[in-house]
């Protein structure tokens, strides 16, 4: 029975991060704004899920594939990224991923949404430690919010 569930869960997820990876993988630029959350204003992706840095990303270099970006898309975009509603576009920049797609950065952070977060405004991924170090929003300023979630 704990297997059956266990399998549940992990098919669920794995769907969800493919909806958001297709869902991301239009061909028009990424968009990088904000909103009002539980935590304060944060930065979120074009349909207002929030985006956030993985603490074992250094000097704008990607730690998340494989497994890791199925649970946590990178934000991928198709051209020059655009800041709306507050995003500052002198801190959107971008790198390259392994197959070639461009992911957008913020203040130098590779930027991601979390599967869990299905709708605008979520912050359930803020202060998780998976994958091998922290997940944490980001202010419009570029700095990491801890919380200490979960």
Known sequence: ?????LILIVATLSLAGL????????????TVSTAKTRLGKVIVNGSGRTLYLFEKDKRGMRACSGACASYWPPLITHGKAKALGGARKSLLGTIKRANGA????????????YVLDTKRGQTKGEGSNLFGAGWDALTPAGKKIESGGS
Do not use: D
């Open 1 to 5: 029975m704990k297997t059956a569930g």
């Open 19 to 30: 909806t958001s990876a297709l869902a991301a993988s239009g061909s028009r630029p990424a």
């Open 102 to 113: 461009r992911q957008v950065t913020y203040a130098g952070h590779p930027l991601y949404t």
